[in-house]
């Protein structure tokens, strides 16, 4: 057993070969000559992508990974691998808003039945076939009790995901608190630069992983093998950014608590936040997103025009702080002043510093 920084550093590392780099440059080939070849044509399959899906393994604490285009590919290769007409599923009302479109456009046209239920429940779980939990939620960040939930929707009959892209496998391991299937967007934290589109799904169920891995064959919702060597090479700093980032979104929850212009202040590692209590219980580490409510749009604006280490942006989990006004994508439900705050790897001191000059005008 090593250490989450040991374990990034080297996850997904092929055997040393004398003369050659540690980590290989992606395979781009779509074909390969056969008989005989392991591989034979670059949809299915791809030496890459297996680099990356091992690598991801093994931060998931051992499982069958399934690398995707986006977060979006592989929510949709959970939802459509899994779910027929007639089933019933239960998804976040209070997570990503893009989930709930699909749900509502997609799945009720195919005959699927679907439930919207808020992270801290209750959840409708008689006669549902499968429930999809986000936790941190996006952008909210309520937590659920994982294993709570999971052992009733079992006892219901239903299957658990688990979209954990806000906390990533070094902060959340939901397969080891009874879920069946781990999804998330490698967009965000786990890629960590701004610059990729990536997903997985992971299961410890062979039977599941292969339902997910044809629906990725079938709909060709393959990542690209640049894209997938790119975070494998960007997952060896996964631990060191993720520890900068939690402790400079603490630092920056303790700020805005105790700023006269800022309310709704949540970070599930706060003490005295509502998630605090379950999340310690659940969570390796607290990860680098908050939310909180200004007091309107224009005070949102004025502090991002003040800052000159935040940037307005609508992903999250980037090197660089990052700061989303939710309101303006009409998706979620939240006052126009509400923001969600992804703390980058900057100096904790310069990060607060900045932030409280740029907080400045909205005091009183």
């Not at 006269?260 to 003490?271: A, F, H, K, Q």
């Not at 607290?286 to 909180?292: D, K, P, Q, S, W």
Request: hydrophobic fraction near 45%.
């Amino acid at each position: 057993m090593t250490g989450d920084g040991t374990t990034a550093a080297h996850a997904g590392e092929r055997p040393a070969v004398p003369g050659e780099p540690h980590r290989p440059g992606p395979v781009l080939s779509t074909a390969w000559h056969l008989p005989g070849a392991p591989d034979f044509y670059g949809r299915p399959d791809n030496p890459t992508y297996r680099d990356l899906e091992r690598a991801l393994s093994e931060l998931e604490g051992g499982s069958t990974v399934t690398a995707f285009a986006s977060g979006m590919a592989a929510i949709s290769a959970v939802l459509f691998g899994t779910l027929k007409a007639g089933d019933t599923v239960v998804i976040p009302s209070d997570g990503y808003y893009a989930t709930r479109s699909l749900a509502a456009d997609r799945l009720a046209a195919f005959g699927v039945t679907v439930r919207e239920a808020p992270t801290l429940g209750p959840y409708p779980l008689e006669g549902a076939s499968l429930v999809l939990l986000e936790t941190p939620s996006n952008p909210g960040m309520d937590v659920c009790d994982l294993a709570a939930v999971c052992a009733d929707a079992h006892a219901a009959g239903a299957l658990v995901a688990v979209d954990n892209t806000t906390a990533t496998p070094l902060g959340q391991r939901p397969l080891e608190l009874g879920a069946d299937f781990v999804v998330a967007s490698d967009t965000k934290a786990l890629s960590g630069h701004g610059d990729l589109l990536l997903g997985h799904v992971s299961t410890r169920d062979d039977g599941l992983a292969t339902r997910v891995r044809n629906w990725r064959t079938w709909a060709g919702a393959i990542p690209g093998p640049f894209e997938a060597w790119l975070a494998l090479r960007s997952l060896a700093t996964l631990d060191v950014r993720l520890e900068r980032q939690a402790t400079n979104a603490l630092a920056v929850a303790e700020l805005l608590v105790g700023h006269p212009g800022v309310s709704g202040v949540r970070y599930p590692g706060l003490p005295g936040d509502p998630a605090y209590p379950v999340a310690v219980k659940q969570m390796r580490r607290f990860g680098g997103v908050l939310a909180a409510v200004l007091p309107d749009a224009a005070a949102v604006e004025r502090m991002l025009s003040a800052s000159r280490l935040a940037s307005a942006v609508t992903s999250f989990g980037d090197v660089r702080t990052g700061i989303d006004r939710r309101a303006q994508w009409g998706g979620d439900d939240v006052p126009d002043g509400f923001v969600r705050i992804s703390c980058g790897i900057e100096d904790t001191a310069d990060l607060v510093a900045d932030l409280t000059a740029a907080l400045a005008d909205n005091a009183g």
